[in-house]
């Protein structure tokens, strides 16, 4: 199983901010990819798929560059509830999920 | 709205004891899972279930054990619990993207 691997952070960004994290993957054989909030203490969510194409989602963006192998996620007019740990995820033919260990966003008034 | 619950938010067992969590998705999926999240790890597979009564080996298998009896249950098995299994345990369910159930926080003493 390859690795997934994310910025740790935190990332600490004032309220109105955009940023973007990144992930990169190893595995060229990896087809699908996704992005998880986790808050604290609870459980992963959905919040976007990612699509070759790129995808946009109200103030998220997500983008797919395989020929980079990573997937990107852009966070336009922060609010403080963005406040979270972001997990990328990938998955290849016939397995589970693999997820990044995440990246945590902080975002401040 | 996919909903995976599972049978306990906390629990505390000691050393030696067989414990047993749960997990119930209502979505009819057909791919089931098992993590434990501990910090500074992210989320790893303990056991993955593609159908009833089949059952893969994640990446951490060793001290656990699965049970798939029902599609839509999903059983994760400590047969003999230690302090280093001291974790949050996720069950997670899902096609391709996974949707995850909250959590149980077990600590063994």
């Known amino acids: 199983r390859k690795e997934v691997e994310q910025d740790p952070g935190p990332f600490n960004v004032p309220e109105g901010a955009t940023v973007a994290f990144n992930c990169t993957y190893s595995?060229?054989?990896?087809?699908?990819f996704f992005w998880y909030r986790q808050d604290c203490r609870k459980e992963p969510k959905l919040l976007m798929s990612?699509?070759?194409s790129g995808n946009e989602d109200g103030r998220f963006t997500a983008q797919l560059n395989r020929a980079s192998q990573y997937i990107s996620l852009l966070i336009r007019d922060s609010k403080l509830s963005d406040s979270a740990t972001y997990l990328c995820?990938?998955?290849?033919?016939?397995?589970?999920?693999?997820f990044g260990k995440g990246t945590t966003l902080s975002v401040s008034s | 709205d996919v909903k995976v619950t599972q049978s306990s938010r906390y629990l505390v067992k000691r050393t030696g004891e067989k414990v047993f969590l749960e997990c119930v998705q209502d979505?009819?999926?057909?791919?089931m899972f098992w993590y434990r999240q501990d910090p500074g790890l992210g989320l790893r597979l303990i056991y993955f279930?593609?159908?009833?009564?089949?059952?893969e080996k994640g990446d951490i298998p060793e001290g656990y054990s699965v049970s798939r009896e029902k599609k839509e249950r999903f059983s994760l098995i400590l047969e003999s619990a230690s302090t280093n299994q001291t974790s949050m345990y996720l069950c997670?369910?899902?096609?391709?993207?996974?949707?995850f159930g909250p959590g149980t926080r077990l600590t063994v003493l």
């Open positions: 990612v699509y070759s």
């Open positions: 279930s593609y159908d009833v009564k089949m059952k």
């Open positions: 595995n060229s054989a990896s087809q699908s």
């Open positions: 979505m009819d999926h057909e791919n």
């Open positions: 997670a369910s899902g096609p391709d993207e996974q949707f």
């Open positions: 995820s990938l998955n290849q033919a016939g397995t589970a999920l693999i």
